[in-house]
Protein backbone atom coordinates (compact mmCIF):
# COMPACT_ATOMS: atom_id res chain seq x y z
CA UNK A 1 0.00 0.00 0.00
CA UNK A 2 1.46 3.31 -0.83
CA UNK A 3 1.55 6.08 1.69
CA UNK A 4 -0.98 8.91 0.88
CA UNK A 5 2.47 11.43 1.33
CA UNK A 6 3.62 9.39 -2.06
CA UNK A 7 0.46 8.92 -3.77
CA UNK A 8 0.85 12.19 -5.78
CA UNK A 9 4.65 11.29 -6.91
CA UNK A 10 3.20 7.81 -7.66
CA UNK A 11 1.29 9.21 -10.13
CA UNK A 12 3.86 11.21 -11.57
CA UNK A 13 6.15 8.31 -12.38
CA UNK A 14 3.87 5.96 -13.62
CA UNK A 15 3.28 7.15 -17.21
CA UNK A 16 7.53 6.84 -17.35
CA UNK A 17 6.99 2.99 -16.40
CA UNK A 18 4.30 2.72 -18.60
CA UNK A 19 5.51 3.81 -21.47
CA UNK A 20 8.56 0.98 -21.24
CA UNK A 21 5.39 -1.75 -20.53
CA UNK A 22 3.33 0.06 -24.00
CA UNK A 23 6.60 -0.46 -25.72
CA UNK A 24 7.62 -3.91 -24.79
CA UNK A 25 3.52 -4.77 -25.95
CA UNK A 26 3.89 -2.69 -29.19
CA UNK A 27 6.78 -4.89 -30.17
CA UNK A 28 4.86 -7.73 -29.53
CA UNK A 29 2.05 -7.26 -31.37
CA UNK A 30 4.42 -6.14 -34.55
CA UNK A 31 6.10 -9.32 -34.39
CA UNK A 32 3.00 -11.22 -34.30
CA UNK A 33 0.75 -9.21 -36.68
CA UNK A 34 3.78 -9.26 -39.28
CA UNK A 35 4.08 -13.10 -38.72
CA UNK A 36 0.41 -13.96 -39.34
CA UNK A 37 0.28 -14.34 -43.20
CA UNK A 38 3.50 -17.28 -42.72
CA UNK A 39 1.97 -18.60 -39.87
CA UNK A 40 -1.90 -18.69 -41.61
CA UNK A 41 -0.34 -19.63 -45.00
CA UNK A 42 2.02 -22.67 -43.75
CA UNK A 43 0.24 -23.46 -40.20
CA UNK A 44 2.25 -25.78 -37.73
CA UNK A 45 4.61 -27.06 -40.44
CA UNK A 46 6.64 -23.35 -40.31
CA UNK A 47 7.76 -25.08 -37.20
CA UNK A 48 8.32 -28.92 -37.99
CA UNK A 49 9.83 -29.09 -41.57
CA UNK A 50 13.32 -27.99 -42.67
CA UNK A 51 12.73 -26.46 -46.15
CA UNK A 52 14.22 -23.33 -47.78
CA UNK A 53 12.73 -22.10 -51.24
CA UNK A 54 11.98 -19.27 -51.84
CA UNK A 55 10.29 -17.75 -55.21
CA UNK A 56 9.65 -14.80 -56.99
CA UNK A 57 6.98 -16.14 -59.03
CA UNK A 58 4.06 -16.07 -56.24
CA UNK A 59 2.85 -17.25 -52.89
CA UNK A 60 2.22 -20.64 -54.08
CA UNK A 61 5.48 -21.58 -55.48
CA UNK A 62 7.18 -20.52 -52.07
CA UNK A 63 7.73 -23.00 -49.26
CA UNK A 64 9.29 -22.44 -45.84
CA UNK A 65 10.09 -24.47 -42.91
CA UNK A 66 12.62 -22.95 -39.72
CA UNK A 67 13.32 -26.61 -38.01
CA UNK A 68 16.46 -26.42 -39.24
CA UNK A 69 17.61 -23.01 -37.64
CA UNK A 70 15.34 -23.65 -34.51
CA UNK A 71 17.39 -26.80 -34.03
CA UNK A 72 20.03 -24.83 -34.36
CA UNK A 73 19.28 -22.66 -31.88
CA UNK A 74 18.31 -24.79 -29.30
CA UNK A 75 22.04 -26.98 -29.92
CA UNK A 76 24.07 -23.72 -29.74
CA UNK A 77 22.62 -22.56 -26.72
CA UNK A 78 22.33 -25.63 -24.70
CA UNK A 79 26.26 -26.18 -25.39
CA UNK A 80 26.88 -22.56 -24.31
CA UNK A 81 24.76 -23.04 -20.96
CA UNK A 82 26.56 -26.42 -20.49
CA UNK A 83 30.17 -24.55 -20.81
CA UNK A 84 29.30 -21.20 -19.53
CA UNK A 85 27.93 -22.88 -15.94
CA UNK A 86 30.85 -24.76 -14.58
CA UNK A 87 32.98 -21.87 -15.42
CA UNK A 88 31.03 -18.82 -14.17
CA UNK A 89 30.05 -20.96 -10.84
CA UNK A 90 33.89 -21.62 -10.33
CA UNK A 91 34.58 -18.03 -11.01
CA UNK A 92 32.33 -17.00 -8.72
CA UNK A 93 33.60 -19.24 -5.93
CA UNK A 94 37.29 -18.21 -6.17
CA UNK A 95 36.58 -14.47 -6.77
CA UNK A 96 34.26 -14.25 -3.12
CA UNK A 97 36.60 -16.94 -1.00
CA UNK A 98 39.53 -17.44 -2.14
CA UNK A 99 41.09 -14.68 -4.24
CA UNK A 100 43.33 -11.67 -2.94
CA UNK A 101 41.82 -8.28 -3.35
CA UNK A 102 43.76 -6.79 -6.44
CA UNK A 103 43.03 -10.26 -7.75
CA UNK A 104 39.85 -10.28 -7.32
CA UNK A 105 39.42 -6.15 -8.65
CA UNK A 106 41.27 -7.20 -11.76
CA UNK A 107 38.83 -10.23 -12.62
CA UNK A 108 35.35 -8.28 -11.76
CA UNK A 109 36.76 -5.22 -14.35
CA UNK A 110 38.14 -8.20 -16.99
CA UNK A 111 34.29 -9.69 -16.58
CA UNK A 112 32.38 -6.65 -16.60
CA UNK A 113 34.73 -5.71 -19.47
CA UNK A 114 33.71 -8.59 -21.50
CA UNK A 115 29.80 -7.87 -20.67
CA UNK A 116 30.35 -4.34 -22.72
CA UNK A 117 32.15 -5.03 -25.78
CA UNK A 118 30.26 -5.09 -28.99
CA UNK A 119 28.99 -8.75 -30.24
CA UNK A 120 31.36 -7.95 -33.54
CA UNK A 121 34.20 -8.44 -31.54
CA UNK A 122 33.51 -11.69 -30.20
CA UNK A 123 32.51 -12.54 -34.07
CA UNK A 124 36.26 -11.80 -35.46
CA UNK A 125 38.01 -13.35 -32.57
CA UNK A 126 35.85 -16.03 -33.34
CA UNK A 127 36.28 -16.46 -36.27
CA UNK A 128 40.25 -16.03 -36.94
CA UNK A 129 41.33 -17.14 -33.60
CA UNK A 130 38.96 -19.92 -32.44
CA UNK A 131 37.26 -21.61 -35.14
CA UNK A 132 41.08 -22.12 -36.54
CA UNK A 133 42.35 -23.37 -33.57
CA UNK A 134 39.44 -25.78 -32.80
CA UNK A 135 39.36 -27.31 -36.46
CA UNK A 136 42.93 -28.53 -35.88
CA UNK A 137 43.82 -29.06 -31.95
CA UNK A 138 39.92 -30.25 -31.21
CA UNK A 139 37.72 -31.74 -34.08
CA UNK A 140 40.16 -32.83 -36.37
CA UNK A 141 41.82 -35.04 -33.38
CA UNK A 142 38.41 -36.13 -32.14
CA UNK A 143 36.97 -36.92 -36.07
CA UNK A 144 40.05 -38.87 -36.73
CA UNK A 145 40.09 -41.33 -33.18
CA UNK A 146 36.13 -41.26 -32.64
CA UNK A 147 34.39 -40.86 -35.70
CA UNK A 148 32.45 -43.81 -34.48
CA UNK A 149 30.47 -41.46 -31.61
CA UNK A 150 27.57 -39.38 -33.59
CA UNK A 151 28.80 -35.75 -32.29
CA UNK A 152 32.31 -36.58 -33.66
CA UNK A 153 31.45 -38.08 -36.85
CA UNK A 154 31.63 -35.34 -39.70
CA UNK A 155 34.61 -33.91 -41.32
CA UNK A 156 35.73 -30.74 -39.96
CA UNK A 157 35.81 -29.11 -43.44
CA UNK A 158 35.75 -25.09 -42.51
CA UNK A 159 35.57 -25.21 -38.54
CA UNK A 160 32.59 -23.38 -38.27
CA UNK A 161 30.01 -25.23 -36.93
CA UNK A 162 27.62 -25.70 -33.63
CA UNK A 163 30.48 -26.49 -31.79
CA UNK A 164 32.26 -23.29 -32.57
CA UNK A 165 29.39 -20.84 -32.38
CA UNK A 166 27.89 -23.13 -29.07
CA UNK A 167 31.15 -22.06 -27.36
CA UNK A 168 31.76 -18.69 -28.62
CA UNK A 169 28.15 -17.78 -26.84
CA UNK A 170 29.46 -19.57 -23.83
CA UNK A 171 32.67 -17.12 -23.41
CA UNK A 172 29.55 -14.71 -24.43
CA UNK A 173 27.16 -15.24 -21.87
CA UNK A 174 29.78 -15.66 -18.88
CA UNK A 175 29.59 -12.31 -17.63
CA UNK A 176 25.70 -12.73 -17.35
CA UNK A 177 25.50 -15.98 -15.49
CA UNK A 178 28.71 -14.47 -13.44
CA UNK A 179 26.77 -11.66 -12.21
CA UNK A 180 23.35 -13.51 -11.21
CA UNK A 181 24.97 -15.99 -9.23
CA UNK A 182 27.22 -13.31 -7.69
CA UNK A 183 24.71 -11.54 -6.30
CA UNK A 184 22.56 -14.67 -5.20
CA UNK A 185 26.05 -15.71 -3.64
CA UNK A 186 26.67 -12.54 -1.59
CA UNK A 187 23.11 -12.43 -0.24
CA UNK A 188 23.59 -15.71 1.81
CA UNK A 189 24.33 -14.84 5.07
CA UNK A 190 27.49 -14.98 6.49
CA UNK A 191 26.29 -17.37 9.62
CA UNK A 192 25.68 -20.04 7.32
CA UNK A 193 28.75 -19.98 5.80
CA UNK A 194 30.45 -19.89 9.82
CA UNK A 195 28.63 -22.67 10.52
CA UNK A 196 29.43 -24.91 8.10
CA UNK A 197 33.42 -23.89 8.36
CA UNK A 198 32.73 -24.46 12.23
CA UNK A 199 31.77 -27.82 11.29
CA UNK A 200 34.98 -28.44 10.02
CA UNK A 201 33.67 -28.53 6.10
CA UNK A 202 36.91 -28.87 3.61
CA UNK A 203 36.87 -26.44 1.10
CA UNK A 204 35.46 -28.30 -1.67
CA UNK A 205 32.74 -29.56 1.03
CA UNK A 206 32.52 -25.60 1.81
CA UNK A 207 31.88 -25.07 -1.82
CA UNK A 208 29.46 -27.78 -2.40
CA UNK A 209 27.03 -26.33 0.51
CA UNK A 210 27.00 -22.87 -0.83
CA UNK A 211 26.52 -23.98 -3.97
CA UNK A 212 23.37 -25.79 -2.35
CA UNK A 213 22.34 -22.84 -0.67
CA UNK A 214 21.72 -20.55 -4.22
CA UNK A 215 20.95 -23.37 -6.27
CA UNK A 216 17.99 -21.31 -7.55
CA UNK A 217 19.79 -18.61 -8.77
CA UNK A 218 21.89 -21.40 -10.87
CA UNK A 219 18.83 -21.85 -12.16
CA UNK A 220 18.29 -18.39 -12.90
CA UNK A 221 21.60 -17.89 -14.49
CA UNK A 222 21.05 -20.86 -16.55
CA UNK A 223 17.55 -19.70 -18.34
CA UNK A 224 18.72 -16.29 -18.52
CA UNK A 225 22.31 -17.58 -20.44
CA UNK A 226 20.02 -19.60 -22.72
CA UNK A 227 17.89 -16.53 -23.53
CA UNK A 228 20.85 -14.35 -24.28
CA UNK A 229 22.24 -16.76 -26.04
CA UNK A 230 19.66 -18.15 -28.73
CA UNK A 231 18.96 -14.14 -29.30
CA UNK A 232 23.01 -13.55 -30.08
CA UNK A 233 23.48 -12.60 -33.90
CA UNK A 234 25.92 -11.23 -35.25
CA UNK A 235 29.08 -13.09 -33.99
CA UNK A 236 27.24 -16.78 -34.62
CA UNK A 237 26.78 -15.63 -37.67
CA UNK A 238 30.46 -15.59 -38.16
CA UNK A 239 31.10 -19.11 -37.01
CA UNK A 240 27.93 -20.90 -37.45
CA UNK A 241 28.56 -22.22 -40.70
CA UNK A 242 25.47 -20.85 -42.33
CA UNK A 243 23.69 -23.97 -43.74
CA UNK A 244 20.43 -25.26 -43.42
CA UNK A 245 21.18 -28.21 -41.66
CA UNK A 246 19.77 -30.69 -38.95
CA UNK A 247 22.69 -32.99 -38.04
CA UNK A 248 24.01 -34.80 -34.82
CA UNK A 249 27.31 -34.17 -35.25
CA UNK A 250 28.74 -31.04 -33.63
CA UNK A 251 31.38 -30.42 -36.13
CA UNK A 252 28.82 -28.98 -39.10
CA UNK A 253 27.61 -25.94 -40.04
CA UNK A 254 24.18 -24.76 -39.61
CA UNK A 255 22.18 -21.93 -38.65
CA UNK A 256 20.49 -20.51 -35.82
CA UNK A 257 17.00 -18.36 -36.49
CA UNK A 258 18.93 -15.20 -35.05
CA UNK A 259 21.42 -15.66 -37.95
CA UNK A 260 18.97 -16.75 -40.81
CA UNK A 261 17.70 -13.11 -39.94
CA UNK A 262 21.37 -11.75 -40.13
CA UNK A 263 21.80 -13.19 -43.19
CA UNK A 264 18.34 -13.38 -45.15
CA UNK A 265 16.36 -10.16 -44.37
CA UNK A 266 18.65 -7.56 -46.85
CA UNK A 267 17.01 -9.76 -49.24
CA UNK A 268 13.78 -10.98 -48.23
CA UNK A 269 11.70 -8.22 -49.24
CA UNK A 270 12.30 -10.02 -53.12
CA UNK A 271 10.32 -12.98 -52.33
CA UNK A 272 6.95 -13.43 -50.90
CA UNK A 273 6.36 -14.27 -47.26
CA UNK A 274 9.81 -14.34 -46.59
CA UNK A 275 9.80 -11.71 -44.59
CA UNK A 276 6.84 -12.59 -42.63
CA UNK A 277 8.85 -15.99 -42.25
CA UNK A 278 11.28 -14.17 -40.58
CA UNK A 279 9.12 -12.21 -38.25
CA UNK A 280 7.44 -15.98 -37.34
CA UNK A 281 11.26 -16.67 -36.09
CA UNK A 282 11.97 -13.57 -34.20
CA UNK A 283 8.36 -13.99 -32.54
CA UNK A 284 9.60 -17.74 -31.17
CA UNK A 285 13.01 -15.84 -29.83
CA UNK A 286 10.74 -13.37 -27.89
CA UNK A 287 8.43 -16.24 -26.46
CA UNK A 288 11.97 -17.99 -25.43
CA UNK A 289 13.35 -14.92 -23.80
CA UNK A 290 9.73 -13.95 -21.92
CA UNK A 291 10.08 -17.88 -21.08
CA UNK A 292 13.85 -18.15 -19.81
CA UNK A 293 13.50 -14.53 -18.07
CA UNK A 294 10.43 -14.94 -16.26
CA UNK A 295 11.24 -18.30 -14.66
CA UNK A 296 14.51 -16.63 -14.26
CA UNK A 297 12.82 -14.07 -11.98
CA UNK A 298 10.91 -15.95 -10.04
CA UNK A 299 14.09 -18.32 -9.27
CA UNK A 300 15.69 -15.25 -7.95
CA UNK A 301 13.02 -13.42 -5.99
CA UNK A 302 12.38 -17.23 -4.35
CA UNK A 303 16.94 -16.49 -3.31
CA UNK A 304 15.98 -13.27 -2.37
CA UNK A 305 12.93 -14.28 0.16
CA UNK A 306 14.98 -17.52 1.54
CA UNK A 307 17.78 -15.12 2.94
CA UNK A 308 15.06 -11.80 3.57
CA UNK A 309 17.50 -9.69 1.41
Given amino acids: MIPKVDRGFFLTLLP ?14 VLAYESWPALERFGISLFTENVWKPSERGVEFVKYGLLAPLYGTLVTSLIAAAVALP ?14 YRIKEFFSSVIDLMAGLP ?16 RSWVM ?12 FACDPLSGASFLAAGLLLAVMIIPFMHGVIKEAYRQVPRTYREAALSLGATRYEYFRIMVSLIRPAIIAAVLLGLGRAASETVAVALVVGNAFNIS ?5 PGYTISSLIANQFTEASFFPLMENVMFAGSLVLLALGMLFSGIGVVMMRRVRELYGR
Fill in 87 to 100: LSVATVFFMEEMAP
Fill in 140 to 151: SPLHEHLDFIPP
Fill in 248 to 252: PCLFA
Fill in 16 to 29: FAAVIFALFALLAY
Fill in 119 to 134: TIIYGLWGLEVMVPIL
